[in-house]
């Protein structure tokens, strides 16, 4: 089994519906984890001011980031996409968090003369015909809006973790982003080194909200059309455009 694939708990029968049983396990190094994570919050918003913003894509990782910007009452922006495709309980994110930690959420959405233009062009299941027209569809409903999310900006936060892929087994608590010629750009990841398990243990402690897709076996979600439940054993991101042989990575955080 790759060590990215979920730690099953139980037979899904077992706990359908709950991620927070299936998955909680408290660790002894999560408390010296929680502590770090905050200081790398509080040492970025030092450095960047308001330069820094945390790109939450609404996954439990980034919702838990949130949660450690809000309990710490630090000064950081938070933003998201919303490609036009999310799934409604996705988005029904966002007035929660207003609710819990009253920090509002700025909306980054695609141009939508050039979703139209696409669409049109490549029609509404473009996806699904190649990986170059599915990333030509992220790059119009992400990577467009996350450009102007970014713009000006000297640093961003994400919730990436080694855990979650091959692909992502490298990723540092900081570094530079790669996507930015122009400029000096970091990217944050407070909580690279946390496991799954400890991701959950801290949202079953703290009461952070999270998307009820993730009781539904869906660890990773995106667009709606682009996100399936996994199986037993299967990888984090198996779900993610599940018809392909890739790296299962939409160019958010690809590396130049």
């Known amino acids: 089994m790759s060590?990215?694939?979920?730690?099953?708990?139980?037979?899904?029968?077992?706990?359908?519906?709950?991620?927070?049983?299936?998955?909680?396990?408290?660790?002894?190094?999560?408390?010296?984890?929680?502590?770090?994570?905050?200081?790398?919050l509080r040492e970025a918003s030092i450095a960047h001011g308001q330069g820094l913003v945390q790109s939450s894509s609404l996954g439990v990782e980034d919702m838990v980031v949130t949660d450690l910007i809000a309990r710490h009452q630090l000064p950081i922006d938070i933003a998201t996409l919303d490609t036009g495709k999310l799934h409604p309980e996705t988005l029904g994110l966002l007035p929660r968090i207003q609710a819990q930690?009253?920090?509002d959420v700025t909306v980054f959405q695609p141009q939508q003369e050039q979703v139209i233009a696409f669409v049109k062009r490549e029609g509404e299941d473009a996806m699904f015909k190649s990986i170059e027209?599915?990333?030509?569809?992220?790059g119009v409903r992400k990577l467009e809006p996350l450009g102007r999310m970014l713009a000006g900006r000297s640093a961003w936060i994400t919730g990436l973790r080694r855990e979650q892929s091959g692909a992502r087994a490298e990723v540092a608590f900081d570094e530079d982003d790669g996507m930015t010629p122009n400029m000096s750009r970091r990217k944050i990841s407070p909580i690279a080194d946390w496991t799954w398990?400890?991701?959950?243990?801290?949202?079953?402690r703290f009461a952070v909200p999270t998307n009820p897709l993730h009781d539904q076996f869906m660890p990773s979600i995106g667009c709606a059309p682009c996100t399936r439940a996994i199986a037993v054993g299967e990888d984090f991101r198996a779900g993610r455009w599940w018809w392909e042989d890739s790296t299962k990575e939409c160019g958010l955080h690809a590396k130049s």
């Open 3 to 40: 060590s990215s694939a979920l730690p099953w708990a139980a037979p899904a029968s077992a706990t359908a519906g709950n991620a927070i049983a299936l998955y909680a396990r408290w660790s002894p190094a999560l408390d010296a984890k929680i502590e770090a994570a905050v200081q790398r």
């Open 101 to 103: 930690y009253g920090r």
């Open 133 to 138: 027209l599915r990333k030509a569809c992220c």
């Open 197 to 204: 398990a400890e991701v959950w243990a801290y949202v079953e």
